[in-house]
């Protein structure tokens, strides 16, 4: 750690949780906040993106303002602040706020209590951005809350609790927690301080040498790469900028925030501007308020808000306020300057920045200088032309002017998801029109659009057009659409949004603001489409038995790791501390998706200073191959002959720093022959022959004669896109030699698999490689066998290097070296009788596995088709093909979300070919009481991982003794009030024309499957001294839960207290030969293997009448074994059916595709939950998860190279907060225990994600009652995700409809 008095290299200080550190030349220029604090072992804030898109970073920073002095306090992201641009302020991290030894904040202990945590992975970013909230705002309301949590990402909960926790801190709690911290440390108090004139005078000491660090600033600083300079004043900006040789590549910062977009530089000098004064000033003058370059976007709104109160001109400012809000996030407007914005869109013309457009619309004005001080004022138009960077121009000022106050001006943006996102459009109009004639525009109007070509700005043409004309005449209206066709000409980028759709945005828009300002002159049914949706505060209800009997088993108790959660004091592999000779590995990965690998040369990256080695195929002493049970196939863990992917590895670079790491990996030349077009999609590979080994097909009954025996042949399909895991913890492996070969610690969800991948590359026997998790930041079924891409290569290098090696993936190679879940596509053919009894269901899945079909879903897929329905016949065909992507693997209920969502979009079809209610005919094929459910045996073995010679244990079928279903419908119909909801949606929509709305009722059957074998140890030892309880497992703690339940478990059959009970690491040594934690049988069989090994202890120890202590130790020195290790045997436990029920209303705003899933009711079986907070989280998340997977998440390819484009925040769309169902319930079903379950109970990981079609479901509704208006009927196709491009054009919105009758 930096100490205060340590000035040797000293360039100035940072205070940090009330300690200054220093900042000494050996930080570099590009060293962001965050690397500062690992360095300096705060390793409580945490790191996913690197990109300013996830919040798992958010630190509180309090920042003298430049003009006043004074401070302001608010939320950033540490990984995007460079590190020196912090010198001066005062940083908060989440270790300040309150620990186990000092106690929680109460905004810590509030999202513990509310169960706001799973796997942890986000809580602290969480905790700082409320925190950050709180310091800014003193008198916020739940309002400000769901504002603010607007770029702060969770995968796990589904953001209900953590925003009911947030909201339920009162201004009070903050209050009274600043009053009890010390004012000499800023901690909570001890009352060590011999009094209070000590404190006060340690902090004046300590006011006296911020001031003298304040001082010793200096104004450039020379560093290894580059130059630092920080300009008081613009006198010395203007020097220093023209005392700069010719071709001197020269950056300026400010928030740096652009760095998360465009990744420009590296740079040799860097200037940040924040310390000249004059620069954060903000002026009100006449006809205009004048903002400094160093204002930052947050404050540029606060301060329009206002002014809007105080001065005239500023009416529309609301209409701007609106946009802005919706740019970026709370961290990003907080660092993110104004200029910043703007000078990006100088340098990127494509970047539809929200801040360029709306200035457009008001006709703001920006100066600029050149190094000589020479000043010019220009529009944002010619700003456009200014070669910025050229000729070292700086941006100083910009002018918003006043408006006369009958303009009318309205700002748009439209954008796939609710926040945190860049415009797929965005515009900004601005016309004065006469009231009493016709609205007749009486200026030439302002039509500025962002979000079409680089160099699109005004719709001109248009705008002349109008010029004088009625906006109540129809005719000039259709005119002004073909005007915008003809202009409007949204170019074709892979990674944007299809031209078709931006460009009916372009007239759909247009259309709004006219609907907007001619108000009641258009017929009611049309004015829906004035306005866009306005989502209201988002509340939720939780209902279950909280059952207290066998306490503290089904207890609603919060997750027992939330508080080392919340606090950021839980260790994860990312936060294992460095070793001594530590090196960084970095994957070496191909640019090329189908090519032959000529060669791969290292030699220029091993030249460069700090890399180490380069290790590749030809190191590999064992095999080439990281699958050992995954049954069947082979992965490679480096590519050889061909790349079979873009983002395939073919080494790993391995260096002293990261730095030196990046640079080796960019240096490696990889020559590439016999490049082909990658095949990306499941239509491009059925242009070939399926690859072989296909699974069996599924059939029961006769499939002909079902079809000859029905009146009606339904056929159709159905694709449905990949998704990314997105855990918050990338995948990460520390490999290191010891004494009898290796350690690792791997962040995954399969011990023993990764303990054999190791073994089988690096040649080591098995019991020389001891893998270790204690638990993960997330993982979905990313990290049970392809984690081992990381574990292989990172024990590979230790091994050959002899040294510890860590690889921790950034976001992007994570998104492009690890597969996601699989792209499908079902085509079927069904056959009903005029009642709607179906007759015969053939369908065939086929599953896109990427280049290698190891981890194949679809015999899953067949299995759960059936779902919840009868039928005599059915033929089910699983298939997989091969692209050029990566292995596509598992991801949370994988192929059984497929099966089930699939065959509810086939109950769609035929229902709406039948012209029937839709749950109707569900409910007319349920399955009946005591039928039985055809078990495919390739499903088993593939969740078992057993071998082919192994089937022979398995199961053929499962009992459904009582289908559950009709009677949680009818009990549904009351809670959720569906008749007199779905009567209002159906009125709504005949008064509606542009919003619509739709409401689904979705039943499920999902039938849990566990395999006979499935070895999961535990070992449950007690400490005789004290009675405590250790617990290690052979599953994985990935924020599901597992080990609250455990713990729950435990306490409950031992008779101790929970806090008793402590679990350490777990590794391959202690819990040898353990199954994967997937598929829902980690909590399930680590729960059933604690109770009989607490059963067993119980039974030698025999406490009765004694205490727990007492009879542990009586036992003890009686000679008894006081501890236990338990594995389950063949068939200990049994597949059972769970059963669920969703209900989903959403709006949809026809003119953009926008919508807001307004209520969800989910009625969900858990038997007799084991822990109803920890179940009623896992169905909340994974409705949120698959709510994404249906809707906003979709992967992008560049199809020549084969590329992932949508490789980070910017491109890919993960829900939000305020994505989330508005009203929110979730229920479990009311007493029903689950005899056939553990202790009671069912599991509840996988089935809820299934539960979120229904919100396909409704958009469908919506989109019907659209279409209908359009003049179409009956069933179309709805591949998903459905996108807001998707959905939008599914509405068939002709611009000759867009009329005010
Ligand atoms: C996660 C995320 C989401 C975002 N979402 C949106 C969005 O929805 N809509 C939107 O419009 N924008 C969005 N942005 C962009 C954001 O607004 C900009 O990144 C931010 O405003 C840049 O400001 P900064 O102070 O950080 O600039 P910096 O990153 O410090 O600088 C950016 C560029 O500006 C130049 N520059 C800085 N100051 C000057 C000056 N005085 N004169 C000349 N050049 C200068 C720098 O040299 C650099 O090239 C998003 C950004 C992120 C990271
Ligand atoms: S790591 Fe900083 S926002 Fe994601
Ligand atoms: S708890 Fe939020 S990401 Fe896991």
């Not at 600083?221 to 900028?241: A, F």
């Not at 008064?991 to 999961?1016: A, H, Q």
């Amino acid at each position: 750690m930096s100490c205060k008095h340590d000035k040797m290299s000293s360039t100035g200080t940072i205070t940090i949780n009330g300690k200054e550190f220093e900042v000494g030349s050996e930080v570099s220029a590009t060293s962001r906040l965050v690397n500062f604090l690992h360095d300096n072992q705060l390793q409580g804030t945490h790191i996913t993106c690197y990109q300013g898109g996830c919040g798992a970073c958010t630190v509180v920073a309090s920042v003298p303002d430049g003009d006043t002095g004074t401070k302001r306090t608010y939320s950033i992201n540490s990984c995007l602040v460079p590190t020196r641009a912090c010198v001066g302020w005062e940083i908060t991290t989440v270790e300040d706020l309150g620990n186990k030894y000092d106690g929680y904040h109460p905004i810590q202990q509030a999202l513990t209590e509310h169960s706001g945590t799973q796997c942890g992975y986000c809580s602290p970013g969480m905790v700082m951005n409320m925190y950050g909230l709180t310091q800014e705002n003193p008198s916020w309301g739940p309002e400000d809350v769901e504002k603010s949590l607007d770029g702060n990402m969770c995968r796990c909960t589904g953001y209900r609790p953590i925003l009911a926790a947030f909201k339920s801190v009162a201004v009070q709690d903050i209050e009274d927690a600043e009053k009890a911290k010390c004012p000499s440390t800023g901690k909570a108090c001890k009352g060590c301080c011999k009094s209070k004139k000590a404190a006060a005078a340690a902090k004046e000491e300590g006011m006296k040498e911020e001031e003298e660090s304040k001082q010793v600033v200096p104004r450039s600083i020379q560093l290894k790469d580059s130059n630092w300079h920080q300009p008081s004043s613009l006198q010395e900006l203007y020097d220093l900028l023209s005392g700069f040789p010719d071709g001197t590549n020269h950056t300026f910062v400010s928030g740096n925030t652009g760095q998360a977009i465009y990744s420009d530089g590296p740079f040799t000098e860097y200037i940040n501007t924040r310390h000249i004064a004059q620069l954060s000033n903000v002026t009100p003058t006449a006809g205009s308020i004048v903002f400094g370059a160093n204002v930052s976007i947050s404050r540029v709104i606060s301060e329009l808000d206002s002014v809007t109160a105080t001065l005239s001109g500023f009416t529309y400012v609301p209409e701007l306020v609106d946009m802005w809000t919706r740019l970026g996030n709370t961290p990003i407007r907080n660092l993110g300057s104004w200029v910043g914005n703007l000078a990006m869109k100088v340098a990127h013309p494509e970047f539809p920045s929200d801040l360029f457009v709306g200035l457009v619309g008001v006709g703001a004005t920006v100066t600029t200088a050149t190094p000589d001080g020479t000043t010019t004022q220009h529009t944002m138009e010619e700003l456009l032309g200014l070669d910025l960077v050229g000729e070292r121009r700086f941006i100083i000022d910009l002018g918003i002017p006043t408006l006369p106050d009958d303009a009318v001006f309205k700002t748009y943006k439209v954008m796939p998801r609710t926040t945190n996102s860049k415009a797929d459009v965005n515009a900004a109009f601005k016309f004065r029109v006469d009231t009493t004639n016709a609205y007749t525009v009486l200026d030439p109007p302002v039509m500025a659009y962002g979000g079409i070509n680089p160099s699109f700005v005004r719709a001109t043409a248009t705008e002349t057009y109008l010029t004088g004309k009625s906006l109540q005449d129809e005719a000039v209206l259709q005119a002004a659409y073909t005007s915008l066709a003809s202009e409007v000409v949204p170019d074709a980028q892979y990674q944007d949004a299809s031209p078709e759709y931006r460009l009916a945005l372009a007239q759909n828009l247009f259309y709004r603001a006219v609907l907007s300002i001619v108000g009641t002159a258009a017929s009611p049914p049309v004015t829906s489409g004035a306005e866009p949706l306005q989502r209201p505060l988002s509340s939720g209800q939780q209902t279950y038995d909280n059952n207290t009997e066998q306490y503290p088993l089904g207890a609603a108790i919060p997750k027992i790791e939330a508080p080392i959660q919340v606090s950021g004091e839980a260790e994860y592999i990312t936060k294992i501390p460095s070793r001594p000779g530590e090196l960084v590995g970095m994957f070496v990965t191909a640019t090329q998706g189908n090519a032959a690998i000529v060669s791969i040369d290292p030699s220029p990256a091993l030249a460069i200073p700090g890399v180490v080695d380069f290790v590749s195929a030809g190191d590999i002493p064992g095999e080439n191959d990281i699958m050992d049970m995954a049954d069947p196939g082979t992965q490679l863990l480096f590519a050889t002959d061909r790349a079979m992917y873009h983002g395939q590895p073919l080494g790993l670079i391995l260096a002293t720093n990261r730095g030196a790491a990046y640079a080796g990996k960019a240096a490696v030349q990889v020559t590439y022959g016999d490049i082909q077009t990658p095949v990306l999609t499941i239509d491009q590979a059925l242009q070939n022959p399926l690859p072989p080994g296909q699974p069996d097909s599924l059939v029961l009954g006769d499939i002909q004669a079902g079809f000859a025996a029905s009146t009606h042949i339904i056929e159709g399909a159905m694709r449905r896109d990949g998704q990314y895991h997105f855990h918050m913890e990338t995948q990460t492996t520390l490999a290191y030699p010891t004494d009898t070969g290796l350690d690792v610690f791997s962040s995954t969800q399969w011990l023993s698999e990764t303990q054999r991948s190791i073994s089988k590359v690096t040649g080591l026997k098995s019991s020389e490689v001891n893998v270790s998790c204690k638990r993960l930041g997330g993982a979905f079924g990313a990290k049970i066998d392809q984690c081992n891409i990381v574990s292989a290569a990172t024990a590979l290098a230790a091994l050959k290097t002899r040294r510890p090696v860590r690889v921790q993936l950034d976001l992007s190679e994570n998104m492009t070296i690890i597969g996601w879940r699989e792209p499908y596509l079902n085509t079927y053919k069904i056959g009903v009788d005029d009642a709607g009894i179906l007759q015969a269901v053939q369908s065939t899945l086929i599953a896109d596995s990427g280049y290698v079909g190891v981890d194949v879903s679809s015999p899953a897929a067949a299995i759960f088709l059936m779902g919840c329905y009868k039928c005599p016949n059915w033929e089910i065909t699983p298939q997989y093909i091969l692209t050029n992507t990566a292995c596509n693997t598992w991801t949370r209920t994988p192929g059984m979300l497929e099966g089930v969502t699939f065959m509810e979009d086939m109950m769609d079809h035929v229902a709406i070919q039948l012209g029937m209610d839709p749950l109707e005919l569900r409910q007319k094929n349920f399955i009946p009481d005591g039928a039985t459910r055809m078990i495919s045996k390739d499903i088993i073995r593939i969740k078992s991982r057993c071998r082919a010679s192994d089937v022979k244990f398995l199961p053929d079928e499962v009992t459904i003794p009582r289908n559950l279903l009709p009677d949680m419908i009818t009990h549904f119909f009351t809670t959720a009030d569906v008749e007199q909801r779905k009567a209002a949606v159906t009125q709504f929509n005949q008064e509606n024309k542009w919003k619509k709305r739709g409401m689904s009722v979705m039943p499920m059957l999902f039938p849990y499957l566990v395999p006979s074998i499935y070895p999961l140890p535990v070992l449950v030892s007690v400490n005789v001294g004290d009675g405590t309880i250790t617990i290690t497992h052979g599953g994985a703690e990935c924020g599901q839960g597992l080990n609250t339940k455990v713990a729950q478990v435990a306490a409950y059959e031992l008779g101790v207290a929970l806090d008793t009970i402590t679990f350490a690491t777990n590794n391959t040594h202690n819990s040898a030969n353990n199954q994967t934690t997937g598929g829902s049988l980690g909590s399930a069989f680590c729960c059933h293997n604690v109770s009989e090994a607490c059963k067993l202890i119980k039974a030698r120890v025999n406490p009765d009448n004694l205490d727990w202590k007492t009879a542990v130790q009586t036992a003890y020195s009686n000679g008894v074994d006081v501890s236990q290790r338990y594995v389950n045997g063949v068939d200990e436990l049994v597949s059972y059916p769970v059963y669920g029920v969703g209900c989903s209303e959403v709006e949809l705003d026809i003119l953009t595709g926008q919508f807001i899933v307004q209520r969800t009711d989910l009625l969900e079986d858990a038997g007799r939950s084991m822990s109803p907070l920890v179940d009623v989280g896992q169905v909340e998340g994974g409705f949120v998860m698959g709510q994404g997977l249906f809707t906003s998440e979709h992967p992008i390819y560049d199809p020549t190279t084969g590329q992932r484009l949508s490789d980070g925040t910017w491109l890919y769309k993960h829900p939000y907060a305020k994505d989330i169902p508005v009203d929110f319930r979730v229920e479990l079903l009311h007493d029903t225990p689950n005899p056939t379950g553990v202790l009671n109970s069912k599991i509840s990981q996988e089935p809820p994600v299934c539960l979120s079609f229904s919100v396909v479901m409704a958009l469908r509704q919506a989109v019907t009652s659209a279409r209908q208006d359009a003049g179409t009927t009956g069933w179309f196709q709805m591949d998903t995700p459905l996108t807001t491009d998707r959905l939008q054009r599914l509405c068939l919105v002709d611009p000759s409809r867009l009329t005010l009758a």
